[in-house]
């Protein structure tokens, strides 16, 4: 009679789940296939994939619960407060700045910060002893490995492809010799020291000769930098970029202990693929 109930309980408990139905089971607690759509969307990985970054997602989320760790509304706001100023900006232009770039609303920033925080505070509390600060050794090693990324020009020359179809500008960056409807052109020269530091990161990235990646706009479209030329190269020295190589190096190292943390802690925990989209 109770593994018939708990039969009937389980069906039930799938058949009216969120939408999509579910697609795994995280100690009872579930990922829906909906929600493993999304994460594929966003993130252009398959399904399996997909799902194995929802279940980490959702074992921290558990792990976080199970220890009281919370974050509150002004941890949220302090740590924007922070990030804007470390660029340079105040909130709302970091905001703004975050909505052109990177695609997310202020609900969505917000959401990522909080996400964050609690990320640091499973850290210190998973972490046996304060993680030490990186050595002289390691800083100049970093440094020498990611020199590009201390590195920008002066100046940006590029095109600015527009259009309020993102399928519109795919396909003409995937052919810009074809006339595509909606396109809108704009050649400028963007001064490094005019622009904020994320989208100098990206300008960073784009090799001369190609186009980089598809963005909001924030305007309700889409665009994408087209790179004519990077002008006068400038490499910022190892002492002014140290806070900078400190703040990765220890990102790198509270990861690399969550990593493996989550890992074993994954193997340990009662996971159940069900189905997942196709």
């Known amino acids: 009679m109770r593994?018939?109930?708990?039969?009937?309980?389980?069906?039930?408990?799938?058949?009216?789940?969120?939408?999509?139905?579910?697609?795994v089971?995280?100690?009872?607690?579930?990922?829906?296939?909906?929600?493993?759509?999304?994460?594929?969307?966003?993130?252009?990985?398959?399904?399996?994939?997909?799902?194995?970054?929802?279940?980490?997602?959702?074992?921290?989320?558990?792990?976080?619960?199970?220890?009281?760790?919370?974050?509150?509304?002004?941890?949220?706001?302090?740590?924007?407060?922070?990030?804007?100023?470390?660029?340079?900006?105040s909130t709302e232009q970091f905001t703004n700045a975050m909505l052109t770039v990177r695609g997310l609303n202020e609900k969505d920033l917000k959401t990522r910060i909080e996400d964050n925080l609690k990320g640091q505070k499973l850290y210190q509390a998973i972490?046996?002893?304060?993680?030490?600060?990186?050595?002289?050794?390691?800083?100049?090693?970093?440094?020498?490995?990611?020199?590009?990324?201390?590195?920008?020009p002066d100046s940006y020359d590029v095109t600015l492809y527009l259009s309020n179809s993102q399928e519109a500008l795919a396909s003409k960056i995937s052919n810009p010799m074809q006339n595509v409807e909606n396109i809108q052109t704009k050649d400028e020269n963007i001064p490094a020291s005019s622009i904020d530091p994320q989208l100098a990161q990206i300008l960073n990235k784009i090799q001369s000769g190609n186009f980089g990646p598809?963005?909001?706009?924030?305007?309700n479209g889409f665009m994408s930098f087209y790179m004519r030329d990077k002008q006068n190269l400038i490499t910022e020295s190892l002492d002014k970029?140290?806070?900078?190589?400190?703040?990765?190096?220890?990102?790198?190292?509270?990861?690399?202990?969550?990593?493996?943390?989550?890992?074993?802690?994954?193997?340990?925990?009662?996971?159940k693929?069900?189905?997942l989209p196709e």
């Open 3 to 23: 593994s018939i109930t708990l039969s009937a309980l389980l069906a039930t408990f799938l058949w009216s789940a969120p939408i999509g139905g579910v697609a």
């Open 25 to 89: 089971l995280v100690k009872n607690t579930p990922i829906t296939i909906y929600e493993v759509q999304q994460e594929m969307k966003q993130s252009g990985t398959d399904a399996k994939q997909s799902a194995d970054t929802l279940i980490r997602k959702k074992l921290e989320q558990l792990e976080a619960q199970e220890r009281k760790i919370t974050v509150t509304a002004s941890e949220v706001q302090d740590e924007l407060g922070r990030m804007a100023a470390q660029n340079n900006l």
């Open 127 to 152: 972490a046996f002893s304060k993680m030490a600060q990186p050595s002289v050794e390691e800083e100049n090693e970093y440094y020498q490995l990611h020199l590009d990324d201390f590195s920008h």
């Open 214 to 219: 598809i963005l909001p706009n924030g305007k």
């Open 241 to 271: 970029s140290r806070a900078q190589i400190d703040n990765a190096i220890l990102g790198e190292k509270r990861n690399q202990v969550l990593n493996d943390y989550f890992t074993r802690l994954r193997l340990s925990a009662e996971i």
């Open 273 to 275: 693929t069900l189905r």
